[in-house]
């Protein structure tokens, strides 16, 4: 996901903002020299700012996808993104059956129109998904189900696969970069796989691979 700020920023839309902090790049520091440091780089570029919401397609508790997902949350956060990680037990979201396709947005269920306007509000999406039977999983299916062609139309989206065997969810990221792009989403060239994933984290949760953490 390391490349995913710097697709965000190029694809973000030009909008009116306050006039530019003095900002200059800091080589010696690695940072922005001035008096405001907070979004600095999305001034300079008179950017928005970058929201980012990752959705984790996986229910378990102690779920690994949720594990590998909130580093990525945590690497964009650190790149001064404002950053949303998705429980999709908590959003109990009904199943698309289709009924709600032509109902207007102000008479959705809340938590419908509440999803809907969270993705809508996003610069971008992380999907990140177990691999079940060669796929990614049914809630995550339903959840991007119940949205539209305009909730996720010209965002950055990045994908995130973990599976418990060699391939390392394959099969997910490639369904997933199918739906990404039925959506009208751009799904980035670099994504994150995760093979035989109980190996790479420790019993407090934390990833022991370095380089593979670098990459997610």
């Known amino acids: 996901m390391k490349n995913m700020k710097r697709n965000l920023a190029l694809s973000a839309p030009i909008q009116n903002k306050p006039p530019l902090v003095d900002a200059r790049w800091n080589d010696v520091d690695g940072g922005f020299d001035g008096e405001d440091h907070q979004d600095s780089v999305c001034e300079i570029f008179e950017l928005p700012a970058v929201h980012i919401v990752g959705i984790c397609g996986s229910l378990r508790d102690g779920s690994y996808t949720k594990k590998a997902l909130s580093i990525a949350l945590e690497g964009a956060s650190q790149s001064r993104c404002r950053v949303t990680l998705v429980d999709l037990t908590e959003w109990k979201l009904p199943l698309c059956d289709g009924s709600l396709d032509r109902v207007p947005h102000e008479e959705l269920p809340e938590n419908v129109r509440k999803w809907r ?100």
């Open 117 to 216: 306007d969270l993705i809508a509000s996003s610069t971008g999406v992380i999907l990140a998904s177990p691999e079940y039977h060669g796929s990614y999983s049914g809630v995550l299916k339903n959840a991007l189900d119940l949205l539209t062609s305009s909730h996720l139309k010209n965002k950055t989206v990045g994908i995130i696969a973990v599976a418990a065997g060699a391939l390392g969810g394959t099969n997910t990221i490639s369904h997933l970069r199918e739906v990404a792009r039925s959506l009208g989403g751009y799904a980035i060239p670099d994504q994150a796989a995760l093979p035989h994933v109980w190996k790479h984290f420790d019993d407090s949760g934390e990833m022991t691979d370095a380089a593979l953490r670098d990459r997610v």
